[in-house]
């Protein structure tokens, strides 16, 4: 398998109670991890427990500690993350927080671009990811032109 602690992210979407998606993201290299919920909420018990996944996988992985897990920080849901404004979008707010942030794009989608986004997320799997997406619209990539 592949060595995590060589990844720039490890991307955990995370369904709370059954009812709720949201989303940490472990920056490897910048040693943060960071929970996004599009209802503006923090679960730091989650933030705390996969710190100490990563404190486990790396005794288990490498044979001993986690050099400097001192250092790591856990930054609580920023205040102007983008937020759904019904009961029923944290899905699609998770699936387009794991891809923006995955590609070091600003979170500059809305509510209003849901439905769009919901196309893209549809097209991106019929497609097996042969689609990229920008804030700006839909662009299909080099192979499929």
């Known amino acids: 398998g592949k060595d995590i602690f060589n990844l720039k ?9 059954e009812m709720h998606w949201t989303l940490a993201v472990i920056f490897m290299e910048n040693k943060k991890i960071g ?3 599009s209802m503006g909420e923090t679960e730091w018990t989650k933030l705390e427990g996969l710190l100490q996944y990563l404190k486990d996988e790396h005794v288990s992985k490498k044979g001993k500690e986690l050099n400097g897990w001192e250092d790591w920080e856990l930054l609580g849901c920023p205040d102007n ?18 891809y923006f942030i995955s590609n070091d794009y ?11 986004c919901r196309e893209w997320i549809a097209i991106d799997i019929m497609n097996n990811g042969a689609v990229e997406l920008y804030s700006t619209g839909l662009r299909r990539s080099s192979a499929e032109r």
């Open 9 to 17: 992210y490890l991307v955990c979407p995370m369904n709370l109670d």
């Open 35 to 37: 929970y996004y919920d």
């Open 81 to 98: 993350i983008p937020r759904q404004f019904n009961g029923y979008d944290c899905g699609v707010f998770t699936c387009m927080f794991a």
């Open 106 to 116: 600003p979170l500059v989608f809305t509510q209003e671009h849901v439905d769009r």
